[in-house]
Each structure stands twice: as structure tokens, then as C-alpha cells.
């Protein structure tokens, strides 16, 4: 029987896997995972990579054992001389360089099939009537759901090769630090821990459209992670909607799901996308570069409880509820004027389902510099946005639990608050909680001038 690879990447599943089900009509496979730091735009981060070794073992287990881990070019050449290996099958990753792969495994005579992956429709499929790529969502969301994407098709059991050449471990995505614990056991990476997932959330998906800018409630999906490793296809969430008794072209959630296909699709035709401005006007932008800011930022030390609520929680949990993404994006780069790079950065070693298109068109899009983006001088208020989506302060309590006894009044302005008042919760500025580094209408006012200075 004829032996072919399939090249397990950001494709962590059996079932609606295109380029495993062709490697199973070709011959009898043997699965490899490999990592793709080398080719891909930016490398794993560490948050992820946490997600990623758990991932491997669920898959792992689903294989019998028999997911061979590959390190090197050279372990690639082994195993294919070993087992007489006529193909390479891959879904393949947006924004990751498969050439010099297919340049080194055609040397070898191995042929090379390369699938989209994770994605809705074919990127090709969706342009404008003049050919041209779209840079506006909403066309681009009219012209995608009048096409209902594929259903997904049923999990693929192949005939496994038995290898398991190497191990997870030997990978060393996990470091000897209490923080990669503490984080994934809130969470059941793999496919079925996304299964599960999506099961709860159809559940109680009728409340995900009033509910989903509240960050204290639980109407948000929680399946970026296991969308981000391919644990769970963006066409089998699809169709489950559809099987729930909703509409997916009228529905909220779905209309989400589109944002994230956006991004693929922009990353695709604008491959520079998540390191350069597609709005080329923000290259003479006049960013300031304040390390002291940027790590109050990073560190939830700001002085603004909403946007300090949302890095810790980002810091404790691999992930931030997307209305507070909106929100401490904006702060970085707009009241501090720090580059959306920097932002990036951060959230990509910090987040469990960082993935160079999502990351880089939500920074690019808070900015302003981005596709679609929103107005640069659209200037969140943490405060009036923190009483507006915490009402009852439940997020930022759990998050600023130094504020725990503050009134609801004082909460999201603490510095406004009498003495008396301060005294009663217990709470000392600059002792317990830093005041705010930086003033919100001064700043927005200089964040505009610069703006207008371009």
C-alpha cells in the first residue's frame, strides 16, 4: 500500500479536514506534526504554544499514539526514506511560506498537496466584480453569505501508519513556570474540549446578541482558541447555527465568524499586513516610544480599572473578552500613542488563540491605519466605557480586586472619589492603586493633533 504524510499544522482535528481525508484516499498515513516557526510570519507565542502542546496530546490520543513529532529537515528525510513516502499532504496556514517546504520535499521526489485551511470560503472565490480585493467589510460580507459555505464533511479515521517518531515533550513549548498551569486548566484544548464547547454555547446562543459587550456574563462563544488550532472547523460552527434553528446570514454570531474570515482574506492579498500599515498615511505617524506607559499598560497598572481589568485578565487567562480588547487597544494607541506593533506584540505572546491575521487586523483596525478600520479620532473613554458595559462592576472587581470595596460611582474614576469614601474601601492612590498615568481628555486631544498632523 502506498505511505503519504499528512502534515498536521493548525488543522488539530479528524473531522471537515480536507487534506487529511485526500491523504486517506491516496494510501495508508502517517501523521506528523511539525513546527512551522521557521516559514511563518511571526513565531508561536508563548500562550499559545502552552495551548499547543495540550492540543498535541488530545490529538495524539485520537491517533492511537502515532503522531510522530518532527524537528528537524533531516528527521522529515528519514522518515520518508523509512516508510517509502510518496506525498505531503497539508491544510495550509495563512501567511506561512510553503515554498522553500515544497522546494526541499520536491528534491526528495515527494509530491506536495497543499488545502486551505479553516476558512469559510475560498479566499479566490470572494472579489470584487472588477477582480480587485475587497477592503471594506460590508460588500465583502453581502458578497460572501449569498453563497452558503460547504457543510462540513464527517471526521476521517485513516489507516494509520504506527511510527510516533518523537515526542511532545521534546518539543519544549511548555516553560517550568506556574503561569502555563494556572492558565489551561481553565480550559480542555482539542477537538472534542472544542465540540463541547460549541455545545454549550448553541445552548445559550440566543443571548450572545444582547449579551456579548457585557464582559461579566457568560454569552460569548469561547472557541477563538480552538478555532486559532484548528481543533474545530469555521464551517462545522456554521452549520451547527443553521441545525439550531437560525438563520447564519442574520445572525450575530455568524456575522463574527465573517469578521475572522476577513482577516485571513486581507492577510492573503496584503501578505505584509501584520507588520506594515495597509493605510500607508500612519507611516509618518509620530508614535511615541515610552517603555515606563507600555509597561503600566502591559502589566494592568494604568490607573484605569476597566483597561487594568482587562490586561490582568488577558495575564491570568490567556484571553480578553473582545469588547475590552476594543477598549485597551485604543488606550495604547491612541491615549498613548504607542504603536499598534506594540500592542500586537504583547497580545500575541500573551494570548491562547493568537493568529497573525486576526491579531494584526484587530491592532490595524483599532489604529485606524487597517481595512475597514474605525476613525482614528473614534477615542474610547475607559471611564464612560467601563460604566456602560461593567454596569454592576462585576468584571473589574474580579480582575482589580484592590477596588473590590469601592461604590459603583467611584469605581471606573477612583481618583474622584472624597477621601472618605477611599478611606472606607481601603484604598490609597499611588499606594494600592496607581492613579492614571495619563489625563483621557488631554490625551485624546494630543492623540488628535497627531493625527491631524499626517
Given at each position: 500500500m502506498t505511505t503519504v504524510i499528512h502534515w498536521f499544522q493548525r488543522d488539530l482535528r479528524l473531522t471537515d479536514n480536507q487534506a487529511l481525508a485526500a491523504a486517506k484516499q491516496r494510501g495508508a498515513v502517517l501523521p506528523v506534526y511539525g513546527l512551522i516557526d521557521a516559514w511563518q510570519p511571526v513565531p508561536t507565542g508563548s500562550a499559545s504554544r502552552v495551548w499547543l502542546h495540550h492540543s498535541l496530546m488530545q490529538l495524539a490520543n485520537q491517533l492511537?499514539?502515532?503522531?510522530?513529532?518532527?524537528?528537524?529537515?533531516?528527521?522529515?528525510?528519514?522518515?520518508?526514506?523509512?516508510?517509502?513516502?510518496?506525498?505531503?499532504?497539508?491544510?495550509?496556514?495563512?501567511?506561512?511560506?510553503?515554498?522553500?517546504?515544497?522546494?526541499?520535499?520536491?528534491?526528495?521526489?515527494?509530491?506536495?498537496?497543499?488545502?486551505?485551511?479553516?476558512?469559510?470560503?475560498?479566499?479566490?472565490?470572494?472579489?470584487?466584480?472588477?477582480?480587485?480585493?475587497?477592503?471594506?467589510?460590508?460588500?465583502?460580507?453581502?458578497?460572501c453569505i449569498g453563497t452558503a459555505p460547504?457543510?462540513?464533511?464527517?471526521?476521517?479515521?485513516?489507516?494509520?501508519?504506527?511510527?510516533?517518531?518523537?515526542?511532545?515533550?521534546?518539543?519544549?513549548?511548555?516553560?517550568?513556570?506556574?503561569?502555563?498551569?494556572?492558565?489551561?486548566?481553565?480550559?480542555?484544548?482539542?477537538?472534542?474540549?472544542?465540540?463541547?464547547?460549541?455545545?454549550?454555547?448553541?445552548?445559550?446562543?440566543?443571548?450572545?446578541?444582547?449579551?456579548?459587550?457585557?464582559?461579566?456574563?457568560?454569552?460569548?462563544?469561547?472557541?477563538?482558541?480552538?478555532?486559532?488550532?484548528?481543533?474545530?472547523?469555521?464551517?462545522?460552527?456554521?452549520?451547527?447555527?443553521?441545525d439550531h434553528g437560525l438563520d447564519p446570514t442574520q445572525d450575530a454570531f455568524c456575522r463574527q465568524l465573517v469578521w475572522r474570515e476577513f482577516s485571513h482574506y486581507l492577510l492573503r492579498d496584503f501578505p505584509t499586513f501584520y507588520k506594515e500599515n495597509l493605510n500607508k498615511r500612519f507611516d509618518r505617524f509620530p508614535w511615541r516610544d515610552t517603555d515606563p506607559m507600555l509597561a503600566a499598560w502591559q502589566s494592568g497598572r494604568t490607573g484605569y480599572p476597566i483597561v487594568d481589568a482587562g490586561m490582568r485578565e488577558l495575564w491570568q487567562t490567556g484571553t480578553m473578552h473582545n469588547r475590552v480588547r476594543m477598549i485597551v487597544g485604543s488606550f495604547l494607541v491612541k491615549n498613548l500613542r504607542i504603536h499598534w506593533r506594540r500592542g500586537f506584540e504583547w497580545f500575541w505572546d500573551c494570548l491562547l488563540d493568537a493568529n497573525t491575521a486576526n491579531n494584526s487586523f484587530g491592532w490595524q483596525w483599532i489604529a485606524g491605519s487597517g481595512a475597514d478600520a474605525a476613525p482614528y479620532f473614534r477615542i474610547f473613554n475607559p471611564i464612560l466605557q467601563g460604566k456602560k458595559f461593567d454596569t454592576n462592576g462585576q468584571y473589574t472587581r474580579q480582575y482589580v480586586p484592590e477596588l473590590a470595596a469601592m461604590p459603583d460611582r467611584y469605581l471606573f474614576d477612583p481618583w474622584e472619589a472624597p477621601k472618605s469614601v477611599l478611606d472606607q474601601a481601603g484604598v490609597t492612590l499611588g499606594v494600592h492603586y496607581p492613579r492614571p498615568i495619563v489625563s483621557i481628555s488631554d490625551s485624546r486631544q494630543l492623540a488628535l493633533a497627531a493625527f491631524a498632523s499626517i
Open positions: 492511537g499514539g502515532n503522531l510522530s513529532i518532527l524537528t528537524t529537515m533531516d528527521d522529515w528525510a528519514d522518515l520518508m526514506r523509512r516508510y517509502a513516502v510518496t506525498a505531503v499532504y497539508w491544510n495550509a496556514v495563512p501567511g506561512v511560506d510553503y515554498q522553500p517546504v515544497h522546494e526541499y520535499l520536491t528534491a526528495l521526489g515527494v509530491q506536495c498537496y497543499g488545502y486551505t485551511e479553516g476558512l469559510l470560503w475560498e479566499p479566490g472565490s470572494v472579489v470584487k466584480p472588477d477582480g480587485q480585493p475587497y477592503k471594506v467589510f460590508t460588500p465583502y460580507y453581502r458578497r460547504n457543510r462540513p464533511t464527517a471526521s476521517v479515521h485513516p489507516s494509520v501508519v504506527g511510527c510516533g517518531l518523537g515526542n511532545i515533550a521534546g518539543l519544549d513549548l511548555v516553560p517550568q513556570l506556574d503561569w502555563p498551569a494556572r492558565v489551561i486548566q481553565q480550559w480542555h484544548p482539542g477537538e472534542r474540549g472544542a465540540t463541547e464547547r460549541l455545545a454549550g454555547f448553541l445552548s445559550n446562543i440566543q443571548s450572545y446578541s444582547e449579551g456579548r459587550n457585557t464582559p461579566s456574563e457568560p454569552h460569548v462563544s469561547r472557541l477563538s482558541p480552538h478555532l486559532a488550532f484548528g481543533e474545530i472547523s469555521p464551517r462545522t460552527i456554521w452549520h451547527a447555527v443553521a
